[in-house]
C-alpha cells in the first residue's frame, strides 16, 4: 500500500480494523443490501422515483445510504447503487425493472457489440463522487463508508444475458467458445471497474467491495483461465490507494482460494460454508467476512441468536487460529421481506456478544 | 440388497456395471433431461399437449422417453416426468408452466395446509407404471430404465415456496422457524417419495434417481439437521429392492458427504468440482456420475472434446484410487437450446474415448 488517506482515522473504525488485522473496539457488522427495501423510510423516499433515476442522485444516494446506519447502528454504510450504474454511465442502455433487476436493452453477443462499448469517464459518475462526499461529513467517524463495483464476470454475464440468468448460458457460450472475444470484453469491463472503484476511492470511501456475486457458477478452472487475470488487474490496480478490498460472491465455496489469490484483504463468505472452515480454505493472511443466511432474519429471534452465536464462535475460532479478522455480515443481500426490527435487533446482538 | 430382479440382466447393461462395481462393457452415459426439448421430434409430439397430460399418458411417457435412447444411444433411458408429477397424482393442484415450471395454487405453509395433503396410492401413477411395462418390452437389453423422484427438501420447497425460487425464504422461514411443522412435513413427503419409487421399482425400473435438485443452497448442518434424516429413510426403505440408487443435487460440492452418507450407490456430481475431487470427498464405496456442464453442448465440438477428455481422465484417476465406477452425464439437465445433433456427438466421442 503506498497511499495512506488521512480524511478520517481508518484505526478508529471497527470493520477497518477488523479488515487490517488490528483490535477493532467492538465487533463490527453490516449488512449487503441494508440500504433498500426492508426500511420505510426507503420505501417512502423511492414511492415515486425510478432506481437508476435514483442512483444518479447525490442527495437521495447519501440520504438512503445514512438511513440503515442511522436506524441500526451499523458498522459501515454500503453506497445506496447498483452494479449496473458504472454500465449506464458509460452509455449501455439498460434499466433496472422491479422484481426482475438490470434489463439490457441490446445483450453483448458479437465482436461488433462488444467494439461498440465506451469507456468509463469518471464524471459520469459525478452524483456517486458527489455523495461519498457529503456521507464523509454526516457520517460517524468509527463507521466506515464502503465504495463497491461489480466484478468483471458478473458485469459480462448481465451484458450477455441481458439480465439475470440461472444459466449463464450465453455467457458460458462465449467465454468456452470464444475466449478472444470473452477476453476483449473481459479487458473492457475491467477497465470500467478499475475507473469506478477509482473514482470512488479518490472521493474518499474507507473500502471497497469487489461483488463477483455470480462468479459461483463456474468451476475452479474456469475462473483461473477466464476471470482470474482480469479480478487480479482489478485488485492490482487498487491495492496501492491503502483502502482494505472485500471480495464477495455467493455460492463460491469450491472458489474461495482462487477468489483470494486474485487478491484481497477481506473474503466474503455465505451461509454454505462455515465460517472457520473457509478461513483455513484461503489462509491466513485475510480477514474474513460473513455469514448469516439472509432467511434466518424473516425466521424469528432464537434463530437469529442461535446462528449469530455460532458464526461469531466460527469466527473466533479463526482469529484464534490466525486469521486477521472477522467482519460479521449476511451470506448474500438483504432479503426485502425483512422486518428492519429484526435488522436492528441483530446488530445489537451482535455488538453485545 | 434382499431381492434380486431378474426381468431383465443387470450386469448386461453398462450403466448398471459401473454403478455396482462391475465392469461395464462400454463407458456409460445419459443426459439429465435428455428426454425433452431439445428433440425435434419432442417439440413435434407436445405441439398441442401440456406437460402434466403427457406426464399422465402412457403411450407419450413411454415414446418420448425412447427418443433419446433412439437418436443418440444413450446407456440409460430416464422417465419421461417432472418431480411434482406424484404430488400432482396425490391430490395437491398445480400446473407446470412453460417459461416458469410447477406452479402450486396455494402454496403450503401452515399445520392446516400440510394436514390437509393426502398420501400417495400407487394406482394414482398408474400411467407411469403402464409406460414402464411397455419400455420394458421395447428397450435394447443393454439400456437400463431409469425411475426417478424428488427427494422431500425439493418437493417441499415447491410446495412452500409455490414455485421455482431463487432465494427459499419461506421454505427456510419454516425449516428454521418451526421445525415441528417441517419435519411433519417432510416425513408426510418422504412417504410420497418412498411410495412412488416403489411404484417404478415394482413396475421394473433397473435404477432409480432421487433429485434433491435444490439441497444446494443449504449449509452442511442444515442438511444434517432438517434434509438428510427423511433421505435417509427414502434410501433405505429402497434398499432392499436390489436396483441401484443415484443420488443427485445441483451446487451441492459442500454436501456431498452428507448426501453419499444418508445412503445411495451413486452419487451425481454438478461441473463446479472436479469428479476426482469429488470421489475422494465422498469415499470409494459409491460410484460417481456427471459432470459437463450443460452450457459446454452449446459452445461447439471442440470445447465439447476438451471438457469431455477432461472428465472421463478424472473418472478414470477417480476408479484406478478405488471408486466403484464412472457413469458419464451433465451436471445438471440439458438446456433446451442445446442442439440435438451436439448431444448425439457427445454420445459417439464418449464411447469412443
Known sequence: MTTVRARRTPTEMPLIAAATGAVPSRRPVWFMRQAGRSLPEYRAIRADRGM??????????????????????????????????????????????????????????????????????????????????RLLTELPSTVALIGFAGAPFTLASYLIEGGPSRTYENTKRMMLGDPELWHTLMGHLTDVTIAFLRAQIDAGVDAVQLFDS??????????????????????????????????????????????????????????????????????????????????????????????????????ERAVAAGTPGHIVNLGHGVLPNTEADAITHAVELIHSL
Not at 62 to 91: W, Y
Request: charged share 25%; glycine share 10%; aromatic share 4%.
Open 52 to 133: 437508476l433515476e435514483s442512483c444518479f442522485d447525490a442527495d437521495l444516494v447519501a440520504e438512503i445510504t445514512m438511513q440503515p446506519v442511522r436506524r441500526h447502528d451499523t458498522d459501515a454504510a454500503i453506497l445506496f447503487s447498483d452494479i449496473v450504474v458504472p454500465l449506464k454511465a458509460a452509455g449501455v442502455d439498460l434499466d433496472i425493472v422491479p422484481g426482475t433487476g438490470p434489463v439490457i436493452a441490446s445483450p453483448v453477443r458479437t465482436a461488433a457489440d462488444v467494439a461498440a462499448l465506451d469507456r468509463l469517464e469518471p464524471d459520469q459518475v459525478g452524483a456517486v463522487n458527489a455523495a461519498i462526499g
Open 214 to 315: 455470480w462468479a459461483g457458477t463456474l468451476s475452479e478452472a474456469s475462473y483461473e483461465a477466464f476471470v482470474a487475470p482480469h479480478a487480479t488487474r482489478v485488485m492490482a490496480e487498487i491495492e496501492g490507494y491503502g483502502v482494505p478490498r472485500i471480495h464477495f460472491g455467493v455460492g463460491t465455496g469450491e472458489l474461495l482460494a482462487a477468489m483470494t489469490r486474485v487478491g484481497t484483504d477481506v473474503i466474503g463468505v455465505d451461509w454454505r460454508i462455515p465460517l472457520d472452515v473457509a478461513a483455513e480454505r484461503v489462509g491466513r493472511d485475510v480477514a474474513i467476512q460473513g455469514n448469516l443466511d439472509p432467511t434466518a432474519l424473516l425466521a424469528g429471534r432464537d434463530v437469529v441468536r442461535r446462528e449469530l452465536t455460532r458464526i461469531i464462535d466460527e469466527g
